[in-house]
């Protein structure tokens, strides 16, 4: 079964950092491309980042390119999303999520496979 367990996530002060890792199981990676998304209680969920399925072509938000890094470890079946100089804004519930297109972009509608999410806030 295709699975995406997201984790790293927590509290952490503005300006500080977080890693999340999105492991996944039951399919193979190297085919697909992901995402990372997040959702603020009252806001739609916005992508973030994604990577293609070999890591060679990634995109970013404007509110976070400078900041987030994503890559992925085919051989370890993880993809992980550095966050450096957190803002309160960036406060929501991040999922990871993988498409079968090769050139994925930031639009959910075009992921196949979600996780659940797992928590960051951002607070002094």
């Known amino acids: 079964q295709l699975q995406l367990v997201e984790s790293g996530g927590g509290l952490v002060q503005p300006g500080g950092s977080l890693r999340l890792s999105c492991a996944t199981s039951g399919f193979t990676l190297d085919y697909y491309g992901i995402g990372w998304f997040r959702q603020a209680p009252g806001k739609e969920r916005e992508g973030v980042s994604c990577?293609?399925?070999?890591?060679?072509?990634?995109k970013h938000a404007d509110s976070v390119r400078g900041r987030f890094t994503i890559s992925r470890d085919n051989a370890k079946n993880t993809v992980f999303l550095q966050m450096n100089s957190l803002k309160p804004e960036d406060t929501a519930v991040y999922y990871c999520?993988?498409?079968?297109?090769?050139?994925?972009?930031?639009?959910?509608?075009?992921?196949?496979?979600w996780g659940q999410g797992t928590q960051v806030t951002v607070s002094s």
């Open positions: 990577i293609n399925n070999s890591g060679g072509t990634t």
């Open positions: 999520a993988a498409t079968r297109d090769l050139l994925p972009g930031l639009l959910p509608g075009q992921y196949h496979y």
